[in-house]
């Protein structure tokens, strides 16, 4: 964007900013002993990590996560004001936010409801006497935003992203993934042995008998292993062709037959239009289970996964024991969040649009759009410019290419108009109450979207939150305010941070749509094959440059990275850092260099934003879990794994051969 097309407050706040001085990294966060060319991860804020331990409600910690957390703080202020008034309109955004925060956070009232909420559940899922029970039982809880045994979600056809359609994914499952109710490795056999006392432990606080409880909680497993057993693992999930089976919706009987489709899509207001079965095989294995699994292991399972998703929303027993096993066994957190930040998260999970507008209205200034709508357009030409330059693609897929990156479409912010959550009854009586509520009123209207043209103004993200993604089938690049903060994004930084941080991460995201799943969906966002052979298999041998690269990242002794699982991240972290650093080159041109601060250049500055933002430390357990099921690499690798592929990092700290952060070329990946 020029400067000419600027709105007039922006450019006067830009001509402020500019007046004054902007700020460079943080000096103090360095490592004045490390060594940028041995460890830059260490080097970059390596004096922060070491000065500002992760607090024991955390499984990682940084500046980034920190801001995070900040952030929620800011939540917390908006929700405290919404809730203190009771005058609202019944149904405004002000009332739904306010009244649902004010009945999470009265701990004395959940407390001495103890499981009253969700006896009721309990006694009608207890009560089932027939196969047909169970299916309305699951059609209840697909309402409330239960998903088991599969889930229905509308999103773009894979072949035809211009009109919604109902996808059936695979669900049900209550470990992290498939592979941890069979993988041998003594983590894996400790968490199913932790499992089982968890699960019989929640059901002995609904009130079950202990023994009981324990034949339950091994009911569950059982069930849920036969599942995992149907499932696409990891890597699996990650190829879009295994998950593209278009359904005739008469063809649903065939998969399972036992089960009544017609009578669940009217009763949820679905089109019986065809569908997309992402996991035919484990739709199959529901099939078997509703043919021959005997009723009382179905109750069993379904109460268990009532009370699994109920258990935050319940007293404080159930809150402590589901902690227990998913926040301190799995991520090694020791303690809770506070429950004001738990109450936080949660309004935003469910009604995220109704309080986003207060969060804009004060943490998204319109500089801040401006000066990203910016940083956007030059990262993306900066892509163009790769493209164009890369010597192993032929002239025909180049076209292709950049006929794709034409098409990107950046969401800043927030969107163009908030949902109005019409409908939703939130009242200060019963968190879990306001928590159906709300899940229903998300499923319907999501649901409602199935049989139509696509809505391309929709969100995938609320405005506050930290985080940001890219959707193929759109071929969109989405950046809420809530990531637009600092260490992220600061209108007092200078450009180098600015493109460091969130430059790169606009890089990451763009890239997304060029990586190993992105590349294989073309310009308007169909599921096509747009390469030539000898380039299609040229990109196949640059992707596994960087799975041979991750395969011997370690976090402990035996526990490396799975290469193939954070090709993609790993792809978009690689391509982001180059193209942002292009981006930011160009961007200078005409302006002159940017000053030296802290005795760093700018170039220094920029690598080192970049290091500072994504410098995250994490517990091993988080770490544990994330190379077994998370496409992120941990952060270590993330900061050195990228960087040390590209030259221009060496060049900047005059990096030499044989140092560590400096890949042999013959080693040396580069993808885009």
């Known amino acids: ?95 739904l936010a306010g009244d649902f925060y004010a009945a999470c956070m009265d701990e004395s009232r959940v407390d001495a409801l103890g499981s009253k909420p969700v006896q009721p559940w309990l006694r009608e899922i207890g009560a089932i006497d027939d196969g047909a029970g169970v299916q309305r039982m699951i059609g209840k809880l697909h309402d409330a935003g239960v998903g088991v045994p599969f889930v229905l979600f509308a999103g773009e056809d ?56 324990q034949r339950d909680a091994q009911t569950v497993f059982d069930f849920e292993k036969r599942l995992a057993e149907a499932s696409l693992d990891n890597v699996q999930l990650r190829n879009p062709k295994l998950q593209d089976n278009p359904t005739a919706f008469a063809d649903l009987s065939k998969l399972a037959p036992s089960f009544d489709w017609g009578r669940y899509f009217d009763a949820a207001g679905v089109p019986r239009n065809a569908v997309n079965v992402t996991q035919p095989k484990f739709l199959q294995q529901v099939e078997k289970e509703l043919a021959t699994t005997p009723l009382p292991q179905w109750k069993t399972y379904l109460q268990w996964h009532l009370l699994n998703t109920a258990a935050d929303s319940l007293s404080q027993p159930f809150v402590e024991e589901n902690f227990a096993f998913n926040g301190k066994f799995l991520t090694g957190a ?57 010597a192993w693609m032929d002239d025909a897929t180049k076209k292709k290419a950049l006929e794709k990156r034409s098409t990107f479409v950046a969401k800043l912010g927030y969107p163009d108009k908030f949902k109005d ?42 405005p506050p939150t930290s ?53 294989q969906f073309d310009a308007k966002g169909r599921l096509s094959n747009w390469w030539t052979p000898a380039d299609g298999k040229q990109f196949a041998a640059k992707g596994q440059c960087v799975v041979d690269q991750f395969e011997g990242y370690f976090i402990e002794p035996g526990q490396h990275h799975n290469g193939k ?55 091993l357990e988080t770490q544990r879990t994330m190379i077994q099921g998370d496409p992120h690499p941990v952060a270590k690798y993330r900061v050195n794994g990228p960087l040390s592929n590209l030259p221009a990092f060496q060049q900047v700290f005059e990096c030499k051969a044989g140092d560590a952060m400096v890949r042999a070329e013959a080693k040396r990946c580069e993808v885009w």
């Open 158 to 213: 894979l072949r035809e992203p211009s009109q919604t359609i109902a996808h059936v994914y695979a669900g049900g499952l209550g470990l992290p993934d498939r592979d941890y109710y069979f993988k041998p490795e003594p983590r894996f056999v400790e968490a199913r042995a932790k499992y089982l006392v968890h699960v019989a432990k929640m059901f002995e606080l609904a009130g079950t008998p202990a023994e009981q409880a």
């Open 334 to 390: 020791t303690q809770m969040k506070p429950r004001w930040k738990r109450c936080a998260e949660l309004t935003d999970t469910q009604l995220g649009e109704a309080l986003g507008q207060k969060y804009v209205e004060k943490y998204f200034p319109p500089e801040a759009k401006a000066r990203m709508q910016d940083m956007v357009k030059n990262i993306l030409a900066a892509m163009d410019d790769t493209i164009g330059e890369l």
């Open 467 to 519: 985080n940001a993604y890219y959707n193929p089938l759109q071929n969109e690049i989405v950046f809420p305010a809530g990531i637009l903060q600092s260490p992220a994004f600061d209108v007092n930084a200078t450009d180098a941070v600015n493109y460091g941080a969130i430059g790169v991460v606009i890089g990451h995201e763009i890239s997304h749509g060029f990586d190993d799943q992105g590349a």
């Open 421 to 462: 959550y019409q409908g939703v009854a939130v009242s200060r009586d019963s968190a879990w109450d306001n928590l159906v509520a709300a899940s229903r009123w998300n499923v319907t209207d999501n649901r409602s979207q199935i049989g139509k043209p696509t809505d391309r103004s929709r969100w995938g993200m609320t």
């Open 565 to 619: 699982l954070v090709l993609g991240e790993s792809i978009g972290d690689l391509a982001g850092a180059k193209i942002a650093y292009r981006a930011y080159l160009k961007s200078r041109e005409g302006k002159g260099p940017e000053p030296t601060l802290d005795g760093f250049s700018p170039e220094k500055q920029f690598f080192i934003a970049w290091g500072q933002f994504r410098g995250d430390e994490t517990r």
């Open 1 to 95: 964007m020029s400067k000419s097309s600027l709105p007039l407050v922006a450019l006067l706040a830009m001509s402020t900013a500019s007046a004054g001085a902007l700020h460079g990294i943080q000096p103090d966060d360095i490592n004045r002993q490390g060594n940028a060319c041995t460890d830059f991860y260490d080097y970059a804020n390596g004096a922060w990590r070491k000065q500002n331990p992760i607090p024991d409600y955390m499984d990682r910690w940084s500046r980034r996560w920190q801001s995070g957390e900040l952030n929620k703080e800011r939540v917390r202020d908006i929700l405290t004001e919404l809730s203190a008034r009771k005058d609202w309109p019944k149904g405004s955004a002000g009332q």
